[in-house]
T-cell receptor
Framework: GAGVSQTPSNKVTEKGKYVELRCDPI?????LYWYRQSLGQGPEFLIY????????DSGLPNDRFFAVRPEGSVSTLKIQRTERGDSAMYLC??????????????FGPGTRLTVL | SQQGEEDPQALSIQEGENATMNCSYK?????LQWYRQNSGRGLVHLIL?????REKHSGRLRVTLDTSKKSSSLLITASRAADTASYFC?????????????FGQGTILTVHP
């Protein structure tokens, strides 16, 4: 079946602008995750959804970052008043998240955000 | 913040040789996973080892876990040029951290044909 898809694959914006990044998880996956990866680093957790609700948003760096998943499937990561330091690869992952069990997260190809 | 460190940061070997990468972490975990990333794009899941397991195999991959030392290793046997990629370990802790993965900084593996 289809994997996790993310759009756009690349986004170039100017400092101060608003951007939205979209993630389509694997069908049937209840859990969805956003990570951010800077060049030469490992991914860093941003937020985790279980269904429609954010189960853990402890990784969001500040209140300019917000994510939604209104119907428990597609998610949108929203960044307001972008700054040059927001430039990174934004990765989305989804998983089945069996209750209490170990879980494999399946990653999308990422959106590379560049803030000029 | 990054959970742990990976060693070495970069590894260059010839095709057919074995590659070993190490990962250390700081907190107690439910499981540890290894991922591969090609050319800065999406990550591909390789293998998951639970905290009560010590060793796991999958094809040419062998993973060990030592929870007393908070460390893991990934061995790729008989490497191929196609194994060239960045490799990351990621830990999943329990409690309030349930669900989120904490990644290391990665090892860049180059396999020369």
């Amino acid at each position: 079946g289809a994997g996790v898809s993310q759009t756009p694959s690349n986004k170039v914006t100017e400092k101060g602008k608003y951007v939205e990044l979209r993630c389509d998880p694997i069908s049937g996956h209840t859990a969805l995750y956003w990570y951010r990866q800077s060049l030469g680093q490992g991914p860093e957790f941003l937020i985790y959804f279980q269904g429609t609700g954010a189960a853990d948003d402890s990784g969001l760096p500040n209140d300019r970052f917000f994510a939604v998943r209104p119907e428990g499937s597609v998610s949108t990561l929203k960044i307001q008043r972008t700054e040059r330091g927001d430039s990174a690869m934004y990765l989305c992952a989804s998983s089945l998240k069996p209750s209490g069990g170990p879980d494999t997260q399946y990653f999308g190809p990422g959106t590379r955000l560049t803030v000029l | 913040s990054q959970q742990g460190e990976e060693d070495p940061q970069a590894l260059s070997i010839q095709e057919g040789e074995n590659a070993t990468m190490n990962c250390s972490y700081k907190t107690s975990i439910n499981n540890l996973q290894w991922y591969r990333q090609n050319s800065g794009r999406g990550l591909v899941h390789l293998i998951l080892i639970r905290s009560n397991e010590r060793e796991k195999h999958s094809g040419r991959l062998r993973v060990t876990l030592d929870t007393s030392k908070k460390s893991s290793s990934l061995l790729i046997t008989a490497s191929r040029a196609a194994d060239t990629a960045s490799y990351f370990c990621a830990t999943e802790a329990g409690g309030t951290s349930y669900g989120k993965l904490t990644f290391g900084q990665g090892t860049i593996l180059t396999v020369h044909p």
